[in-house]
């Protein structure tokens, strides 16, 4: 199974990106699907998961402006990020936790100027 991610680039804060996360096999087959980024300097952490069911979980510092969603039809799941503040530049990768090993895919960098 493969990963693409894309959808980064330079934005100002206050701006929108939506990331795209392709997966190369039927997504229904994955029951959770995460996003999770690494900014300069620091450990990766935890943004979102998308459950098969739906269900959305976000880490604290992204509620209410971040929204993780899936079309299994298309293999995708998306995060849509709004309101973008500097301290969300990071490499946005999308990942799936539960396989074994887990799959991550190549990343994309996303950079927001103040």
């Known amino acids: 199974v493969q990963l693409q991610a894309s959808g980064g680039g330079l934005v100002r804060t206050g701006e929108s990106l939506r990331l795209s996360c392709l997966s190369s096999?039927?997504?229904?087959?994955?029951?959770?699907v995460a996003w999770q980024r690494q900014a300069p300097g620091k450990q990766r952490e935890w943004v979102a998961t998308?459950?098969?069911?739906?269900?959305?979980l976000y880490t604290d510092s992204v509620k209410g402006r971040f929204t993780i969603s899936r079309d299994n039809a298309e293999n995708t799941v998306y995060l849509q990020m709004d309101n973008l503040k500097p301290e969300d530049t990071a490499v946005y990768y999308c990942?799936?936790?539960?396989?074994?090993?887990?799959?991550w895919g190549q990343g994309t960098l996303v950079t927001v100027s103040s």
């Open positions: 990942t799936i936790p539960a396989a074994n090993p887990p799959i």
């Open positions: 096999r039927r997504l229904a087959n994955w029951q959770n």
């Open positions: 998308s459950s098969a069911s739906g269900r959305a």
